[in-house]
């Protein structure tokens, strides 16, 4: 059985829900996840941030309007008098409950139960489209087996016996919808696998079921060997190794969750990816098959402070990086890159909510400097590290300052530490010298 995942643009529009429906029904027996309709999500989050900076007015003002566009959404998708009817009852139900919230005072929990109203309401939308054009198909409820533990993790022995159970409960049919993103914690409260995790859940899914593969289906022909958004002629890669997605997925390339690959990795469940607005291109395969050729993508992350930590006493005296990383430890900051000289050591972190209580620490036994606003450009291939072409892509270095470069770390990728201002410039620059210019 394959899982296919679909994500907001795919449920976002009435004539993408067409597609997707066109895409699904082939007779085969399937599980499908999906996201919110794009934009919900987002709209969710602010209306938790209206409650939590008390601003419930504002807050039912996002509610009433996005009321409004699910219904015209609803008119647009459901002739059927009597499915309209029961969806809109549903989709009200949804949204008095988000009025409700606003009453109420602002916690994490309550934002997790606001954040989780877009699956349901997709996928329940979805389900009635899908029996209005007479397919069959059956919901499971995440929230009956999807489950994180303690540490956030996806709780697999949990999710495997109780999968197994709602899934033997249910009506048999070819097509079982479910809800991406959304699961509980370790209390049994509703959480989530944070932003983009219904690509998550269709590979834990995966897992559990032993998929024959797993398909996330998005609005572009696969992994992109650039960012398409800032860089032109970017062209979609056609296999990609577990290692290598993962390495794109966690340095900046937005079209996965970056613990996509994880749960099947292990078991070489191949994860395709796909474009539901053109299914006929060939998209993204991932696998364990490498192939070396060179860097065949470059991703850039945001938002990462540099640390630069120079220690008086330093030539690097013995203890003083334990005493460093037990710092960032300590404070739960994960270190994505990092260089060291004689005398100092650079690394970077995505996550500043702890900045000031680490550089407090810091500055104990150190002179310390901070850059924020920087980007990381990551380069990915199988063994780019050896490969014979890697060095064009040192041409870079005359058209912006590097910060930091982390080479030899992994065999399959380089980091580059620039400014965000230089993103731009040097993700076209690489496209240039990587990927355009041809050798001699
Ligand atoms: N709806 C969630 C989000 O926007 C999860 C997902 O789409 O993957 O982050
Ligand atoms: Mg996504």
Redesign the pocket.
Known sequence: MKVL?F??TSVGSVENMCNVKNIINDGKKKIVVL??M?G???ILVSIANNILNDKPNEAIEKINKLHETYFSTIDNLLYNESLNAEVKKYVTEIFNFLVECTYQEYSLHLENQI?AQ??LLSTYMFHNYLAQEGIKSTLLPALSFMRIDKNKEPDLFYIKQDFESVFQQTPKANIYITQ??ICLDEEGNIS??????????ATIIGAVIKAEEVEIWTDIDGMHNNDPRYVENTKPISNLSFDEAAELAYFGAKIL?PQTVTPVRADNIPVRLKNTMNPQAFGTLINDNHIENGVKAIAAKDNITAIKIKSGRMLLAHGFLRKVFEIFEVYETAIDMITTSEVAISLTIDDDKNLDKILRELEKFSVVEVDKKQTIVCLVGHSIVNHHETYKLFQILQDVKIRMISYGGSNNNISLLINADDKITTLGKLNHYLFELVTL
């Open positions: 995942k994500g907001g996201s919110a794009s919900t999500t987002n954040v877009g699956e991406g993103f989530n696998l944070q932003r983009g995790g219904s690509d998550y859940t969750h």
